[in-house]
């Protein structure tokens, strides 16, 4: 891994107002860092902060508070050209696969729109990222719409459109949630042999426990919009020192 992070969330707050109710801070100056080809999981319950972490990160939420800094560009300061131009290289994967697949379009064109940088030769483009997602023959799903799909092959599709744009980071938002045992092997299998390939950083956003202990070379612990704990996976799911992380590695079932 480089020395410099390719990721920097630097004491980023964010606090929602809604009209009637008390502002809710569901983030509360947080910091933290991935590293060229490194798998960060972001754990905590649902309601910690962590999606609204994500968002931020992706610039779909703008902060309150700090900064983030992309592959060394201040993303809270850039035009909104120049910010389309660098965020290319960070690319989402969503929990909801039907949700994110616009169900109008079909398995082309979702793919083509994520090429529109690279408008060369679109066809093989498609048919390779199918390919690398383990969708095979790619021809027989480039005509389909998502609601044709299975749940596994949606998500597929997701992670194949995220990889169009070549990023060097992925930040994924639960991507297995919902989904029954083999395929979330299967998708979660297919997600290391890419980041083994193409060297791609992930922020693993999730509230399994498994799925960090199986995948992320670093844990970092939300809490009610805080990280909590944060250290290598080993480390802190072996012997955790936060109260709130020895809670959810005890209450995480663990496989024989």
């Known amino acids: 891994m480089a020395d410099a ?14 009209r009637g109710s008390t502002p809710l801070a569901a983030v509360k100056s947080v910091s933290l860092t991935v590293h060229v080809g ?38 809270t300061g850039l035009s909104r050209s120049a910010f389309r131009r660098v965020r290319t290289g960070m690319q989402p994967i969503f929990q909801d696969s039907t949700a994110a697949l616009n169900p109008r ?41 998502p609601h044709e799909l299975s749940g596994g092959q949606r998500q597929r599709v997701s992670i194949a459109r995220s990889l169009a744009m070549e990023p060097k980071l992925i930040i994924a938002d639960e991507p297995l949630s919902g989904a029954d045992v083999s395929i979330r092997g299967q998708v979660l299998n297919l997600l290391l042999d890419i980041q083994d390939q193409r060297e791609v950083a992930y922020l693993m956003i999730t509230h399994d426990i498994s799925i960090a202990r ?17 250290g290598p996976a080993d480390q802190v799911l072996r012997t955790p020192h936060h109260a709130y992380t020895q809670r959810l590695v005890a209450a995480a079932p663990v496989l024989a």
């Open 214 to 230: 199986a995948f992320a070379h670093r844990v970092a612990v939300m809490m009610q919009g805080e990280v909590v704990e944060v």
């Open 38 to 75: 490194e798998i960060v999981a972001l754990v905590g319950e649902s309601g910690s902060g962590k999606s609204t972490l994500g968002r931020i990160a992706l610039g779909l939420l703008p902060p309150d508070s700090g900064r983030v800094t992309f592959d060394g560009h201040d993303l």
């Open 105 to 145: 379009r079909t398995v082309r064109q979702l793919l083509t729109q994520a090429l529109w940088q690279n408008p060369v030769d679109v066809e093989a483009r498609c048919v390779g990222l199918l390919e690398d997602v383990g969708m095979r023959p790619a021809t027989r799903f480039l005509d389909s719409y």
């Open 5 to 18: 992070p390719l990721l920097v969330l630097d004491q980023v707050g964010k606090t929602f107002h809604r």
